[in-house]
């Protein structure tokens, strides 16, 4: 088949032959595979989580990266007077951009062979527990963009100097500046001393912000524009080094070119990366359809009046909430920034953190959001409010055992603010009277939920009529009506 060989294919062939009969291939492999699971079952604790996902797996992965894929690359573009393979390849009649792209296509292809090399996690996850299959497959494809693009920015630092130890602690380096941009303790410590659009730019330059992402079970269209986009720049940047290198350029000249393309980059690709947040694309793998949006919440996203904003109150510096919490607080702040991005900016969502005794917490008081006591005598908070003008709407905790009504309850929260009244509810049924309405009725909570939407109304079941102003009416148990009642209810 002519593809077998084309050029690429014949470098590929080559650089794999190199790392197959390497030695050195089979000490990566083992470091790869060996650090990642010292980090999650020892350093992580992964037993005592109670925990069956892959999240201590996403959080030692690129770290693992920053180490171990400079190392990979750096002996590259090796040209040591020892060496003379650098040369070899250049001599030969191949163009410098198909030789850069079977190098990368060998290289992740072994990235790719240490990434399976860590199947007995996923496999020790559906021994244990019950994960989200479609969350692993996504932790999956995201860590396999991750150790590409990792490996084309580490083949363009190789690209730049002629040594391998400058190689690897230059392509260490940028790895480390990358993933640092996206890392939350260094936007909070630059909150406040860089403009934030200036922060905002730095986080989507960073891979872990966009693999952290992926990691969720949604693939969507901007991640994918980043790894490919940074990818493509990162070889077409390292075919420019290679070129300015046979010229035999000063090494000086070309990194003040490829820092003013990295400028230009920084600009550019931030644009563009915004852009690709406004196109409405996605692959939901998980399996309760986490970030998949109801129709009518849409809907409601659409009649939002503008300038709404949702505070959402989570403690979470507190470390003595129960996990299960923290996962459930982290699925409601995800689903908020969710419908933020498809608000198109209707919609502003803070989330707060009330510390004891400060003045966040005080606020949160003062908008009724509940203090959650612990067995271990200290409490946390997990609520929001909704505001626009002078209407306010609230959530005073968010039950984890509603969870599976997470987007009705944030669809009546958001819906209140958009009316001019208060609709009328009448609850037509011999199990209601209306002082249940104000004490409360056991065994039907469904009135408290009615009521903080809803101006409920008890009609007596045995009446002929219905009272001219309802907006809805429920009918519940009622077996026997008399006919003029039928009438008014068709």
Known sequence: ??????????????????????????????????????????????????????????????????????????????????????????????????????????????????????????????????????????????????????????????????????????????????????????????????????????????????????????????PLVYFFGVGSLALVAAVWAIQARRAQKPLSATLAFSLAGFVVASFALPAALSLARSVPMGLDLTEQREFTVHENLLTILGTLPDETVVDVYWSDSEPSVPFAIKSHARRIIERMRLLEGRARGRLTVNVIDPRPDSDEEMTALSQSVRRVPMTSGDYFYLGATARHNDRTGRIAYFDPRRQQLLDYDIAVLLSELGRQKTRKLGILSPLVAPSH?????????????????????????????????????LVVDATILKKDMLYAID
């Open 1 to 222: 088949m002519k593809v077998f060989r084309h050029p690429v294919w014949s470098v590929y062939r080559h650089e794999w032959r190199q790392y197959v009969y390497s030695p050195l291939t089979v000490i990566f492999l083992s470091a790869f595979t060996g650090i990642l699971a010292a980090g999650i079952f020892l350093v992580g604790d992964f037993f005592s989580t109670d925990e069956a996902s892959l999240r201590l797996f996403s959080i030692f992965l690129p770290w693992v990266c920053i180490v171990l894929v400079p190392a990979l690359a750096m002996r590259c573009w090796g040209d040591e007077t020892s060496d003379s393979s650098l040369e070899l390849g250049l001599s030969l009649p191949i163009p410098i951009s198909q030789l850069v792209v079977g190098k990368f296509l060998a290289g992740s292809t072994i990235l790719l062979v240490a990434l399976a090399c860590t199947a007995p996690i996923p496999v020790t996850l559906i021994y244990l527990g019950e994960p989200d299959l479609g969350t692993i497959v996504a932790g999956y494809v995201a860590a396999a963009l991750l150790l590409m693009v990792c490996f084309a920015l580490c083949l363009f630092a190789a690209a730049l100097v002629r040594d391998e130890i400058s190689a690897f602690v230059l392509g260490l380096g940028l790895l480390l500046a990358l993933m640092l941009a996206g890392w939350d303790v260094v936007a909070q410590v630059s909150k406040g001393t860089v403009p934030p659009f200036v922060g905002a730019a730095m986080v989507s330059l960073s891979p872990k912000h966009w693999y952290d992402q992926v990691t969720t079970g949604h693939i969507q269209f901007a």
């Open 437 to 473: 309405l104000e004490k409360g009725r056991p065994g039907l909570s469904l009135l408290e939920d009615l009521k903080q939407s809803f101006d409920v109304a008890a009609v007596p079941h045995f009446s002929d009529t219905l009272p001219d102003d309802l907006d809805a009416l």
